[in-house]
């Protein structure tokens, strides 16, 4: 490391661009020694009930997956943190056919943290390792066998709308709406709604009224269903 008299000046030429810089720093508690809590948004990465078992539930079943796998299917995210949900995807899908995986981040997560979270689940080590390989050497496009995954830098209130792909599957897991309402704005919500194909689904662990509003209003049909761990209910979408 440069000593601080070695340190060269700081470019203070303002950015045009939106993107935040990428959070190098850590910015984590940590409960348990094992799940990562965000200081920023002061919430879990994931269930403290157990988080594969949760994505497995809301996110993959929420959207009859891996039932509806065919090649070419893309799964689009908001809020990619730790990467366990694309981990569980990979677990899910072993081929044949290439899947498409799109996150939206805002404050990506150092490898060092992604790696300590991914210890608790013993069963994506596997993946975990071919994941965090590509990023660790800073790649944002993740190649495996049988899906890439592209992971869009930027608030999501400005990268979803600027963006020109569709989805067949939301996995819609920003922190809780009461602590990160901005990912869950009536907004980001028409913007999810018209990046899904015909017939394209959301889930979510939320069964906040307003949020199933907006999604409704965006032209969703939602309904409830039984949630993960503590939580009564969690919401799920068909776009007809
Ligand atoms: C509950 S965590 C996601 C957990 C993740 N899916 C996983 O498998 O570990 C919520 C994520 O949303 C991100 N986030 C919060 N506000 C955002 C915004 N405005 N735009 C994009 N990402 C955002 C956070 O940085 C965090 O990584």
């Known amino acids: 490391m440069a000593s601080p008299d070695q340190t060269p ?6 950015m045009p661009d939106l993107t935040p810089m990428p959070d190098l720093t850590s910015m984590l508690d940590w409960r348990d020694e094992t799940i990562p809590v965000s200081r920023r948004f002061d919430d879990p990465y994931f ?17 009859g997956l891996p039932g509806r796998f ?3 299917f893309r799964i689009a995210e908001l809020g990619f943190g730790t990467g366990l949900n694309l981990l569980a995807v990979l ?25 300590r979270a991914l210890q608790a689940f013993p069963e994506v080590a ?6 965090l390989g590509q990023w660790r050497a800073g790649a944002t496009v993740l190649r495996f066998a049988h899906l890439t995954a592209t992971v869009i830098l930027g ?5 979803l709308p600027a963006w020109d792909g569709q989805a067949d599957a939301w996995f819609l897991d920003g922190f809780s709406p009461a602590k990160n309402p901005e990912l869950w704005s009536v907004a980001l919500m028409a913007e999810v709604a018209r ?18 509003r907006a999604l409704s209003g965006a032209g969703f049909t939602v309904t ?12 799920v979408g068909v776009k007809p």
Not at 9 to 14: A, F, G, I, S, V
Not at 49 to 63: I, K, P, Q, S, Y
Not at 155 to 159: E, G, N, S
């Open 70 to 72: 065919r090649d070419g």
């Open 126 to 131: 596997g993946v975990a390792e071919a994941f």
């Open 155 to 159: 608030d999501a209130r400005k990268t």
């Open 91 to 115: 677990l899910a899908h072993r081929g044949p056919g290439h899947l498409h995986y799109t996150s939206f981040e805002a404050f990506p997560l150092p490898a060092p943290d992604i790696a």
């Open 47 to 63: 269930s403290l009930a157990g988080g594969l078992d949760e994505t497995r539930h809301v996110f993959l079943t929420g959207n």
């Open 224 to 235: 409830r269903q039984p949630g993960f761990g503590r939580k009564r209910h969690m919401s």
């Open 195 to 212: 990046h899904t194909a015909l017939g394209g689904t959301f889930a979510t662990y939320t069964a906040a009224g307003h949020v199933r």
């Open 9 to 14: 000046m700081p470019d203070l030429t303002p």
